[in-house]
């Protein structure tokens, strides 16, 4: 049985207090140690980055801040909702409009607050056109709450400029896909994705 007395805030007697050996109990044995384990580190190479000054390259399966795909010249978003219902913080928020195109709709206005995102990738993972991605930006500043909302302005990058991350995704997301049935390229063609090809057949036809 574990007799426990609270004195002066120590718990004594548990038996999960770590019992000191005479040379622990001297204190000077485990300095040295400690000083000889930080000596040894003086000549091994240096890993610290010195950042702000120096940054380091990212990979594409590095998780930053989440921005949309633009394409063509247009957010590839059709302002679904999806990404804002699939949101853990509820980040994200978004206003629908209708536009002369074969998406129909897009996002008038696009925010996410980027002091609630949580960088989980959940709207990546379930947005159906993606157009929403998770970027390698992860330095970024703002000042206010009012700051830290980030709009249009901030979110929209073209498909070139998130390329990496795009081609990890084609990659990582379904390695299978096309390849477990007869695949028709031209069959699964999608209205945004694919544009340049989706103006390409109809010109053909
Ligand atoms: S990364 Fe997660 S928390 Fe951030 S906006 Fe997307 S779903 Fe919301
Ligand atoms: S980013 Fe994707 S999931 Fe979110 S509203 Fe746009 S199309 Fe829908």
Same mark, same amino acid.
């Given at each position: 049985?574990?007799?426990?007395?609270?004195?002066?805030?120590?718990?004594? &007697?548990?038996?999960?207090?770590?019992?000191?050996?005479?040379? &622990?109990?001297?204190? %000077?044995?485990?300095?040295?140690?400690?000083?000889?384990?930080?000596?040894?580190?003086?000549?091994?190479?240096?890993?610290?980055?010195?950042?702000? @000054?120096?940054?380091?390259?990212?990979?594409?399966?590095?998780?930053?801040?989440?921005?949309?795909?633009?394409?063509?010249?247009?957010?590839?978003?059709?302002?679904?909702?999806?990404?804002?219902?699939?949101?853990?913080?509820?980040?994200?928020?978004?206003?629908?409009?209708?536009?002369?195109?074969?998406?129909?709709?897009?996002?008038?206005?696009?925010?996410?607050?980027?002091?609630?995102?949580?960088?989980? &990738?959940?709207?990546?993972?379930?947005?159906?056109?993606?157009?929403?991605?998770?970027?390698?930006?992860?330095?970024?500043? %703002?000042?206010?709450?009012?700051?830290?909302?980030?709009?249009?302005?901030?979110?929209?990058?073209?498909? @070139?400029?998130?390329?990496?991350?795009?081609?990890?995704?084609?990659?990582?997301?379904?390695? +299978?896909?096309?390849?477990?049935?007869?695949?028709?390229?031209?069959? +699964?063609?999608?209205?945004?994705?694919?544009?340049?090809?989706?103006?390409?057949?109809?010109?053909?036809?």
């Amino acid at each position: 049985m574990i007799i426990m007395a609270k004195k002066k805030g120590i718990i004594k &007697g548990d038996k999960r207090e770590r019992e000191l050996s005479w040379s &622990g109990k001297l204190y %000077f044995p485990e300095i040295l140690k400690g000083m000889w384990f930080s000596f040894k580190h003086i000549f091994r190479p240096t890993v610290t980055v010195q950042y702000p @000054e120096e940054k380091i390259e990212l990979g594409p399966e590095f998780r930053g801040r989440p921005v949309l795909v633009a394409e063509e010249g247009m957010e590839r978003c059709v302002a679904c909702g999806l990404c804002a219902r699939a949101c853990p913080p509820l980040a994200i928020s978004m206003q629908a409009a209708e536009v002369d195109d074969p998406k129909e709709r897009y996002p008038e206005r696009f925010e996410i607050d980027m002091l609630r995102c949580i960088y989980c &990738g959940f709207c990546e993972e379930v947005c159906p056109e993606e157009a929403i991605v998770m970027s390698p930006d992860y330095d970024f500043n %703002f000042r206010s709450r009012e700051e830290a909302v980030f709009g249009k302005d901030k979110l929209v990058f073209d498909k @070139e400029q998130l390329k990496p991350r795009l081609d990890w995704l084609a990659k990582k997301r379904n390695p +299978n896909f096309g390849k477990v049935y007869k695949f028709d390229h031209t069959n +699964n063609i999608h209205t945004l994705r694919n544009r340049s090809e989706l103006k390409q057949l109809k010109d053909q036809n």
